[in-house]
């Protein structure tokens, strides 16, 4: 059965790891306290302050306390719900302000254009949150990549090693397991979407090895015919 739709992931797939660990977090960090105090009574911005003082059992923090709660939650790696929702403000606001452009590799970039102009629906799955995966296609060093994208998906689809996650997707995309080509550079990933009935193809962009299915060392490899 020929491949209808290709879902890949981002970091270390369409773009850099380094670009999310090296640019995203860092920009993050510096920018939370400043956009904190500025943005406090905003709705958006206090329901999540709210929700720190709840999660850390400090209901009287003052925004200077949520703030050093912030700060120590990015420390320890703690991947809280209203950490990331604020990250994800700081980053919206970086992004719309040009600070901040999405990296995708250039053969990615291309590779993705030809898919969509052939009529591959294409979709993402990363663990990032789907409004952090919209922002670095929707803001991409190469443009506004957004309108190639049929549909994102985050780990409210599951976890990305787990063979469920690859069926919850094909469900929802609508198009069977077997007719989703799905990129990653992560063996596990790719070993759980195989369980599920998905094909797959690893990008191996810094020359390792993903053992056990079709090995690429970028876009430009991948011909979603012969997969
Ligand atoms: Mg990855």
């Known amino acids: 059965m020929p ?20 640019v995203l977090f860092p920009y993050a960090t510096r920018h939370l306290p400043d956009f904190v105090r500025q943005h406090a009574e905003r709705p958006d911005v206090a329901v999540q302050l709210g929700a720190v003082r709840l999660d850390s059992g400090e209901p009287a923090a003052d925004v200077e306390r949520v703030i050093e709660i912030l ?6 790696d703690r991947k809280a719900t209203p950490l990331k929702a604020l990250q994800g403000m700081v980053w919206q606001q970086g992004y719309e302000a040009g600070q ?4 995708v590799y250039p053969d990615a970039v ?6 969509h102009a052939r009529g591959y629906a294409l979709y993402v799955y990363s663990s990032g949150s789907i409004q952090a995966q919209k922002l670095i296609f929707g803001c991409s060093e190469a443009g506004d990549l957004s309108a190639l994208f049929s549909g994102y ?14 069926r919850h997707i094909s469900e929802a995309i609508g198009c ?18 195989r369980q599920a009935g998905m094909l797959t193809c690893g990008l191996a962009r810094d020359g390792g090895e993903l053992p056990g ?15």
């Open 3 to 22: 491949i209808k739709a290709i879902l890949t992931d981002i970091e270390g797939t369409t773009s850099a790891v380094s670009f999310v660990f090296d």
């Open 71 to 76: 700060l120590g939650w990015i420390a320890e």
């Open 100 to 103: 901040l452009k999405g990296h």
């Open 110 to 115: 291309q590779a993705l254009q030809q898919w």
């Open 153 to 166: 998906f985050d780990t409210t689809s599951g976890p990305k090693r787990e063979a469920q996650s690859y």
């Open 176 to 193: 069977p397991v077997k007719q989703i080509l799905f990129l990653s550079d992560i063996v596990e990933e790719l070993d759980a979407a």
């Open 213 to 227: 299915h079709p090995n690429v060392s970028n876009f430009a490899e991948i011909d979603p015919t012969t997969l």
